[in-house]
């Protein structure tokens, strides 16, 4: 898409007065951004456990069932490892393009979650099926390929996936800016939302989705991303995060490059602002 975004997002004014007020309320619970790429090693870990060491259905088909979650403790580990990669690409992604919130334990100070963001006028930062520069950046900072762990299956899986996302991704960008009434004003790119499997349920997630959806209030744009399975939509799309169906259904029986793999479908989800708190913040 050739789109641009008509005016930058707000949130390095936004962002610092919404987290200190936040933080200020919270006992338990403290939102923070990540702003060193050197923080790699303590946010991924996070990320790659809470994908590949619960049942979430995008990892679970792409890694396949040779391999499924909890046949033993040494499959769990290679999950993680496999997984593990694809993370370093989104947060190096999300800390160059966009922005990366963390919730830590106020006592402990372990990280509960992370959402990996990208900026409205960076949504061409999630394609990563080119060789455009944000790719070739990216892939300096890799420095290696994906492992092989898993087998050749499973990064061609991966693959097919990503293609998968592309589109989605692609389709959900342009129903955002035509709800818009055409405007080139596009949305928030919820990338990667990741919670520590010991965090899950404790409401860590739906408050770094709610800093998001703050700034995305204030500029008066959406919020898209993709998901797949119905408890992952039902958690979206209940009233307190106020997500809604945008597009059809995709299929990796509709990719080109898929196999005789068992399909994986999923969904794009875009949060409209809430016009009130945009008003409010007007004021």
Not at 88 to 109: E, H, M, P, Q, S
Not at 275 to 281: H, L, P, Q, S, T
Request: net charge negative; glycine share 6%.
């Amino acid at each position: 898409m050739g789109l641009s975004c008509s005016k930058p997002s707000s949130y390095p004014e936004t962002l610092p007065a919404y987290l200190e007020k936040l933080n200020d309320k919270s006992s338990t619970v403290v939102i923070e951004r990540i702003l060193s790429e050197s923080d790699v090693e303590i946010v991924v870990p996070v990320m790659a456990q809470s994908f590949a060491l619960s049942p979430e259905s995008f990892n679970d088909w792409a890694i396949g069932p040779d391999f499924a979650l909890g046949t033993s403790d040494d499959n769990d580990e290679k999950r993680v490892h496999f997984v593990e990669w694809y993370m370093r690409w989104v947060f190096y992604t999300c800390i160059y393009y966009g922005v990366i919130l963390v919730a830590k334990d106020k006592t402990t100070g372990s990280i509960l979650g992370v959402v990996n963001t990208l900026l409205p006028e960076n949504h061409y930062a999630a394609d990563h099926t080119s060789f455009r520069f944000h790719n070739i950046k990216i892939m300096m900072k890799m420095k290696s390929s994906p492992p092989e762990i898993l087998g050749k299956e499973a990064l061609h899986r991966m693959e097919v996936m990503g293609e998968m996302m592309h589109r989605m991704h692609e389709g959900a960008v342009a129903a955002s800016c035509g709800s818009n009434g055409g405007k080139e004003q596009q949305p928030w790119y919820i990338y990667v939302l990741a919670t520590s499997p010991k965090a899950q349920g404790t409401g860590c997630g739906t408050m770094l989705l709610q800093a998001i959806h703050h700034l995305a209030d204030h500029d008066k744009v959406d919020t898209i991303l993709e998901t797949s399975g119905e408890a992952n939509i039902g958690f979206y799309c209940r009233p307190k995060l106020g997500y809604t169906k945008v597009g059809p259904e995709f299929s990796s029986a509709d990719e080109s490059n898929t196999t005789d793999y068992s399909v994986i479908t999923a969904q794009s989800l875009v949060r409209h602002p809430i016009i009130a708190v945009a008003a409010e913040n007007e004021n």
